[in-house]
């Protein structure tokens, strides 16, 4: 696929958005994704891109843990890793030129082989975790397509799916309206990828996962795109949790195309008010 990432085409396109899939990489030992480069990194960053969390978090934890910023000293606590038993998430290093070039070049092959599927790539985003051993990042899901590409130390990746697809739905339209993506139940059954420097895992969008590492600090490299139908969808899902308000029984998208139609129209009427509104009140003030 490219120099830094391979990946079996075919399988790839054959799983889209439906199930894990192993990788391989060629990013060990790569200058940027050294501990000293990492929290040179974190230094550089602004505060609010930055998360922090202890490594003894209970693998249920719907709220979340911390939120992000605050944290003092980042550079020092990514180079000292090892012996501050936690876990760190540098969010959107992609801002910084230097990782947006190894970002793009690590997808740009992914979206000439994904070519208009789903709408094709768009909203690339890269971000970098840091762990501690015994670390424990509680179930969630993502709304992005993410390789997670272990670069050092050894992880557990567990992907399950939904246990119903009532369920499932619940949960997107309650992300997609603003809430955690922590999730409030456990998968009945998950696949486990035991991922050490050089694997990687393929995680499809709205899969639940958690992530547990043991004996060795961990760095893994989080390389995410969106596609305009994963945009699409996610504006059906706010329009369903809003209509669930009201007391009625929305069917989830892509069950029809005209009734998502309305939908979407319904969408765009009410962000065109709400924007217009905004507006309106700035226009006013003092």
Same mark, same amino acid.
């Given at each position: 696929m490219s120099s830094l990432l391979d990946i079996d085409p075919q399988e790839f396109l054959s799983g889209l958005g439906r199930r894990p899939l192993w990788v391989s990489h060629h990013l060990v030992g790569h200058p940027l994704l050294s501990l000293k480069a990492l929290g040179g990194l974190a230094d $550089?960053?602004?505060?609010?891109r930055i998360e922090r969390q202890r490594t003894d978090l209970d693998l249920v934890l719907p709220g979340g843990g911390n939120s992000r910023g605050g944290v003092e000293s980042p550079g020092d606590l990514v180079r000292g890793i090892e *012996? $501050?038993?936690s876990w760190v998430v540098l969010w959107n290093v992609e801002n910084d030129p230097r990782y947006k070039a190894l970002l793009d070049e690590i997808l740009d092959p992914i979206a000439a082989l994904l070519g208009d599927r789903e709408g094709g790539m768009c909203r690339r985003e890269a971000f970098i975790f840091v762990s501690s051993a015994a670390s424990i990042t509680p179930v969630h899901f993502d709304p992005e397509h993410n390789f997670l590409l272990q670069i050092d130390g050894v992880k557990q990746m567990h992907i399950g799916q939904f246990a119903t697809a009532t369920k499932g739905q619940r949960e997107l339209e309650r992300y997609y309206s603003g809430g955690h993506r922590n999730i409030e139940h456990m998968p009945e059954e998950a696949d486990v990828f035991g991922l050490e420097p050089g694997r990687g895992v393929y995680v499809p969008s709205h899969a639940p996962h958690w992530v547990t590492n043991e004996g060795l600090a961990c760095v893994s490299l989080s390389i995410t795109f969106h596609t305009r139908e994963i945009l699409r969808r996610g504006n059906l899902h706010i329009i369903n949790y809003h209509l669930r308000r009201l007391g009625l029984s929305p069917s989830p998208p892509d069950r029809s195309k %005209? %009734?998502?139609? %309305?939908?979407? #129209?319904?969408? @765009? %009427? #009410?962000? *065109?008010? @709400?924007n217009l509104r905004k507006r309106i009140a700035e226009s006013r003030r003092p």
């Open positions: $550089s960053m602004r505060p609010e *012996t $501050s038993n %005209v %009734v998502d139609a %309305v939908k979407l #129209a319904i969408h @765009r %009427v #009410a962000r *065109t008010a @709400r």
